[in-house]
């Protein structure tokens, strides 16, 4: 099966910068859409951005649109979201997660990793 391991989570300040990372084992990582979300403390895990297999498409929740930037590397089996300008509100765990190549976006993922935290001070 895929496994899904992330990093780059840490503490940073209000307006700094973060790059977490996501690669995948097993599998086929250039047929999977991959998509990354966030949970914080007493809330649902919440749907932050998608690229496709092909990375030729991306798609943004719009509390991150123009701060946060999803981007794949499939010779690394490595996908990436680059969050600047970083608000407390951002503080949360953050999960990748993976399911076939050209599912809707309402399609259930299928793989995910355990996580990264991500804490914005003000």
């Known amino acids: 099966q895929v496994q899904l391991v992330e990093s780059g989570g840490g503490l940073v300040q209000a307006g700094g910068s973060l790059r977490l990372s996501c690669t995948a084992s097993g599998g086929t990582f250039e047929s999977y859409t991959m998509g990354w979300f966030r949970q914080a403390p007493g809330k649902e895990r919440a749907y932050v951005a998608t690229i496709t297999s092909s990375g030729l498409k991306t798609y943004n929740a719009d509390s991150v649109k123009g701060r946060f930037t999803i981007s794949r590397d499939n010779a690394r089996s490595t996908v990436y979201l680059q969050m600047n300008s970083l608000k407390p509100e951002d503080t949360a765990a953050y999960y990748c997660?993976?399911?076939?190549?050209?599912?809707?976006?309402?399609?259930?993922?299928?793989?995910w990793g355990q996580g990264t935290q991500v804490t914005v001070s003000s």
């Open positions: 997660a993976a399911k076939a190549g050209g599912s809707s976006r309402f399609q259930p993922y299928d793989y």
